[in-house]
């Protein structure tokens, strides 16, 4: 009997990892086209762009006026796709970025113009996950938050720049307990033993 328990539990399991598979990010192959997004022909129509009267597929691009690309972004049938990246006048990455039929997924990043990082966010169908983190411009740790289907979950604290901590809480089924700002936070909801008197 154990046994056929066993082999049940490995193969809801076989099936479990299939469908996890399944579910990630596909790779779509996108035309390399590149088109500047100044020219005329774009629009937006349904929630997506187009070009020459057709949903775009291939890669969207702005310039600095120094001529070096300040924007770079793939699109497939009209939604982001793939890889999205900015640059600054001085050619150092700004951010980089990644979509899936117009969804944010995967580790997003951002940079000062000096090169310190600036955030790094996590996404998954559209919805930040996992921590969160900014910084300032001297490499300090600024916000740390943690997410959960696009919601705060869990513990969450931000620092001045001098590295003092000024915000410090835990959410926890959509309820705020902790140090909000620099005043104690009390959770919007009312103590649910008086509300029952």
């Known amino acids: 009997m154990r046994k056929v328990f066993k082999l049940l539990y490995l193969v809801g399991l076989a099936i479990a990892c299939v469908h996890c598979q399944s579910s990630q990010v596909q790779n779509i192959k996108i035309p390399d086209a590149k088109v500047e997004a100044d020219l ?22 702005t310039k600095h006026p120094n001529g070096k690309t300040a924007t770079i972004t793939g699109y497939w049938q009209g939604k982001k796709e793939g890889e999205a990246k900015a640059f600054y006048a001085s050619g150092r990455p700004r951010y980089q970025k990644f979509y899936h039929k117009g969804k944010r997924v995967k580790k997003h990043y951002g940079w000062y113009s000096t090169g310190k990082k ?20 001297n490499g300090r740790l600024a916000v740390e938050r943690h997410f ?15 590295g003092k901590i000024v ?12 140090v909000l700002g620099r005043k104690n936070c009390v959770s919007v909801y009312k103590n649910e033993k008086t509300n029952k008197n």
């Open 118 to 137: 600036r955030f790094e966010r996590q996404y998954q169908d559209g919805l930040m996950v996992g921590v969160e983190k900014m910084y300032f411009r």
């Open 167 to 178: 915000s410090n809480y835990v959410v926890k089924k959509g309820r705020r307990y902790g």
């Open 148 to 162: 959960k289907n696009g919601k705060e979950q869990g513990a969450q604290k931000e620092w001045n720049q001098k």
């Open 40 to 61: 005329p022909g774009f629009k937006k129509k349904n929630k997506a762009l187009w070009y020459d009267g057709k949903p775009f597929s291939g890669y969207r691009f």
